[in-house]
């Protein structure tokens, strides 16, 4: 029973943060604009939203997505975010419990999915997150019982700098921009809190990931090699894979060498 009411009050603390993040999402790749000012509202008749009509998930639910005030359809984004973070913030207390890693993934977990649903709408990675990012990963190494602060600091290194080489080499062979500065800072992100043992495997998923889709979205666009979709996000799922799976994945590459 203890068990379960922890559980539970974790997964609703991840959906409270996704609230928040919803606000983050919509408000942060607006020039000027602020997370905390003005208050919630609605996007068409712009009225404030009642504190009941603002409970994660359920109050989706029950206006039946929709807004009390203008019958204006709220996204289904709000309720995916606010699930998907009490889902991240749930697997965070099932593989870590209550221990220092749980607030330091939580943290990750929260940055990686805000920068998900950004670069998905807007192509553009905040440097107020990733920046940020990368300084409280490689801060928080000093007591991360997860990775060094050796680990970090190369992560931050490889990351950062390895993405910067591919795209300086294109970019000199091309004369056109294949990859953004924002995807080279969240790779460094990903080092600082991940370490660098993780890059190879987030570069390799994310890049299977990102073909995959973006061949899907070739043929339904029918722009062959103009299709321009996000990597953003697959770099992002890339490193929530590593940081669940990560004994599974090393395990897998030790075998995979180990029967060549």
Not at 26 to 45: D, I, K, T, Y
């Amino acid at each position: 029973m203890a068990e379960s009411m922890v559980s539970f009050f974790v997964a609703l603390f991840g959906a409270l943060v996704g609230s928040f993040l919803n606000v983050v999402i919509v408000r942060l790749p607006e020039e000027g604009a602020s997370v905390v000012f003005p208050p919630s509202h609605c996007p068409v008749c712009k009225e404030g939203i009642l504190w009941y009509d603002n409970i994660p998930l359920l109050s989706f639910l029950l206006l039946r997505g929709r807004c009390r005030q203008c019958g204006a359809r709220i996204s289904w984004r709000y309720p995916l975010v606010e699930a998907a973070m009490a889902l991240l913030s749930l697997a965070l207390y099932q593989h870590f419990g209550l221990t220092l890693l749980y607030p330091i993934y939580f943290l990750f977990c929260a940055a990686l999915l805000a920068i998900i649903f950004i670069d998905v709408q807007h192509q553009i990675i905040p440097d107020v997150i990733s920046l940020p990012g990368i300084v409280i990963g490689f801060a928080l190494s000093f007591v991360n019982p997860f990775i060094t602060w050796q680990e970090a600091g190369l992560g931050i290194l490889f990351g950062g700098g390895s993405f910067y080489l591919v795209a300086l080499t294109y970019y000199l062979f091309t004369r056109r921009e294949g990859m953004g500065g924002g995807d080279i800072k969240l790779l460094a992100m990903i080092g600082a809190f991940l370490g660098w043992q993780s890059l190879p495997f987030v570069v390799f998923a994310s890049s299977v990931l990102g073909t995959v889709v973006g061949v899907g979205a070739m043929i339904k666009q029918r722009k062959g090699g103009k299709t321009v979709i996000p990597y953003g996000p697959f770099l992002a799922i890339a490193a929530l894979l590593y940081l669940f799976f990560r004994q599974e994945i090393i395990l897998f590459f030790i075998r995979f060498v180990l029967h060549r």
